[in-house]
Nanobody, 116 residues
Framework: QVQLVESGGGLVQPGGSLRLSCAASGITFRDYDMGWHRQAPGKQRALVAGITGDRSTNYADSVKGRFTIFRDNVKNTVYLQMNNLKPEDTAVYYC??????????WGQGTQVTVSS
């Protein structure tokens, strides 16, 4: 059974930082492309950052220079380090695991709220 379990969300003030974690089980983690997506109220879910099995990364323009995605293939975990958070970063953040555009799995989501 595949499981993606996110953690690390919460309430933070503007300018603050959070690190999200996504622990994967039931997959050969190193073979999967991993990503973080987010969905704000009334908006569609959108890619925030992605990392391939060989650690190539890509980012949404809105988070470049502030967010960093990285993975630990021993711990089967992908992380999203979020710095200089802004109110517009408020959303539910979802972890995604994808294998060759064929197999696709999602976590349950973790809430990030940026507010003073």
């Amino acid at each position: 059974q595949v499981q993606l379990v996110e953690s690390g969300g919460g309430l933070v003030q503007p300018g603050g930082s959070l690190r999200l974690s996504c622990a994967a089980s039931g997959i050969t983690f190193r073979d999967y492309d991993m990503g973080w997506h987010r969905q704000a109220p009334g908006k569609q879910r959108a890619l925030v950052a992605g990392i391939t099995g060989d650690r190539s990364t890509n980012y949404a323009d809105s988070v470049k220079g502030r967010f960093t995605i990285f993975r630990d293939n021993v711990k089967n975990t992908v992380y999203l380090q979020m710095n200089n958070l802004k109110p517009e970063d408020t959303a539910v953040y979802y972890c995604r695991a994808n294998w060759r555009a064929t197999l696709d799995y999602w976590g349950q989501g973790t809430q990030v709220t940026v507010s003073s």
